[in-house]
């Protein structure tokens, strides 16, 4: 059974929970909220029910193929993250609480953020080939690999430079091959940048402070700002909820 569709205000409550003055990167949530919803927006402009349907596809699929959705991988996302939120909470009561345990759910939260932002980048690259009136399979993008949609927005003729450099890929590389970890005794996070092309293999440092600033926020705030714009799209039947959600973002 199909759920109802939300109504504007509806779609607002969530939308504005999304932005939270106290949450680490909130002003880089709102930058690039702003700057992805006006890319949307000339999109919208160009083709609205192409627009929708390539937004809506990152959540439902596509009619064609269902299995592009993403819900539960989101899902995942979240319940990890909440288990982390949680963790990070018990610091004061928890007499068993584990600066490592933490970093490791840290860095698994930084993980499935990244897993979660390549799959928006395959619906950005749909968006950006709408704008500029090429071509484009969602089916076929889908299965691309970071690196490939990475380097089609950086060729395109639009500034998508507020998302590629939002996105760490030397860490990602390192965590996912078990290659970045946490030193308690230095209090840093260490990796090893692997480059099996030039065979070379070269060491970095994370701050723990650059990690939860910078790092960890830039990767979830992709995922925000891309739900945040797909929210604002569906509040444009109300000019009145658009106009206060947009204030959202000043």
């Not at 702003?34 to 627009?51: V, Y």
């Not at 889908?142 to 639009?158: K, V």
């Not at 065979?199 to 739900?227: C, D, H, R, Y």
Request: proline share 2%; net charge neutral; aromatic share 10%.
């Amino acid at each position: 059974m199909n759920q109802p569709i939300k109504t504007p205000e509806e779609f607002y409550q969530d939308y504005a929970a999304l932005f939270v003055p106290t949450n680490t990167g909130y002003g880089e949530l709102k930058s690039m909220t702003k700057k992805l919803n006006a890319i949307f927006e000339k999109a919208w402009a160009i083709n609205f029910e192409e627009t929708a349907k390539l937004i809506a596809a990152w959540v439902l699929g596509t009619k064609e193929n269902r299995g592009l959705e993403n819900r539960v991988a989101y899902d995942t996302y979240i319940q990890q993250h909440v288990e982390t939120t949680s963790y990070i909470d018990s610091m004061k009561s928890n007499p068993n609480f584990s600066k490592t345990m933490l970093a490791r759910l840290l860095i698994d939260d930084f993980k499935n953020s990244f897993e979660l932002d390549i799959k928006i980048l395959a619906n950005l690259v749909c968006i950006d080939r709408l704008i500029h009136g090429q071509d484009y399979s969602l089916e076929s993008l889908y299965f691309e690999s970071a690196g490939s949609l990475i380097n089609r927005l950086r060729q395109s003729q639009t500034d998508w430079s507020f998302i590629i450099n939002a996105l760490n890929k030397k860490v990602r590389n390192a965590s996912s091959h078990l290659n970045f970890v946490y030193d308690a005794r230095r209090g840093l996070f260490i990796g090893k940048d692997v480059d099996r092309r030039t065979k070379s293999i070269e060491s970095f440092e994370v701050t723990a402070e650059e990690f939860l600033l910078k790092t960890l926020p830039g990767q979830s705030n992709i995922i925000q700002s891309f739900i945040a714009c797909g929210e604002l799209l569906c509040m444009k039947k109300d000019s009145r909820i658009h106009a206060e959600a947009l204030k959202v973002l000043n």
